[in-house]
């Protein structure tokens, strides 16, 4: 089945740019998603089809994907962005629903 | 407004059995597939069940497939997950969400705890 490999963690300072890495096999030919999920609630779709963003989503918020590695960029990072973040894609070999691990974001 | 109103959850003995339901507002509920997903404390997310517009297309996770069973009721806007022979493992937070290729809208999750 198809794996998606996330950093269990990622710290960045106030205001500087944190990047989550979400590795897969050909990853850059799939639609991936990305959600925040902070303690005790649903998770969130922050970004989706590698790139684009949800009404309400700010633009601070952006994606990418290519090759074997997605990225969630989050820039100017507030101490609001602390969260767990899943990567997601639909992995029609399986036709499974596949999530990332999950990383954790440290504000410092 | 879209809202997803997850219930049924509990304590449950090993082996045991629970339904979970999912009641679906603000959309054309029929015109959506739907989704379970789960998160054991402390863990990351992890999918249980997809069931498409009128449960034509039925894929589960190998973890649950055999035990677990989704189905819908378009008329009553209703997502269930009947869970039997239930493990330790499948203790967590089940929440239903809706199928749009990503889950854009997820309810705010039952919990299900197996333990003797």
């Known amino acids: 089945s198809y794996v998606l490999t996330q950093p269990p963690s990622v710290s960045v300072a106030p205001g500087q740019t944190a990047r989550i890495t979400c590795g897969g096999n050909n990853i850059g030919t799939k639609s991936v998603h990305w959600y925040q999920q902070k303690p005790g609630q649903a998770p969130v779709l922050v970004v989706y089809?590698?790139?684009d963003r949800p009404s309400g989503i700010p633009e601070r918020f952006s994606g990418s994907n290519s090759g074997n590695t997605a990225t969630l960029t989050i820039s100017r990072v507030e101490a609001g962005d602390e969260a767990d973040y899943y990567c997601q894609v639909w992995d029609s070999s399986s036709d499974h629903v596949v999530f990332g691990g999950g990383t954790k974001l440290t504000v410092l | 407004e879209v809202q997803l109103v997850e219930s049924g959850g509990g304590l449950v003995q090993p082996g045991g059995s629970l339904r979970l339901s999912c009641v679906a507002s603000?959309?054309?509920?029929?015109?959506?597939?739907m989704n379970w997903v789960r998160q054991a404390p402390g863990k990351g997310l992890e999918w249980v069940s997809y069931?498409?517009?009128?449960?034509?297309?039925?894929y589960y996770a190998d973890s649950v497939k055999g035990r677990f069973t989704i189905s819908r009721d378009n008329a009553k806007n209703s997502l269930s997950l009947q869970m039997n022979s239930l493990r330790d493992e499948d203790t967590a937070v089940y929440y239903c969400a809706r199928h749009d290729q990503w889950l854009k809208y997820w309810g705010q999750g039952t919990l299900v705890t197996v333990s003797s």
């Open positions: 603000g959309f054309t509920f029929s015109s959506y597939s």
């Open positions: 089809a590698d790139s």
């Open positions: 069931i498409s517009t009128y449960s034509s297309t039925i």
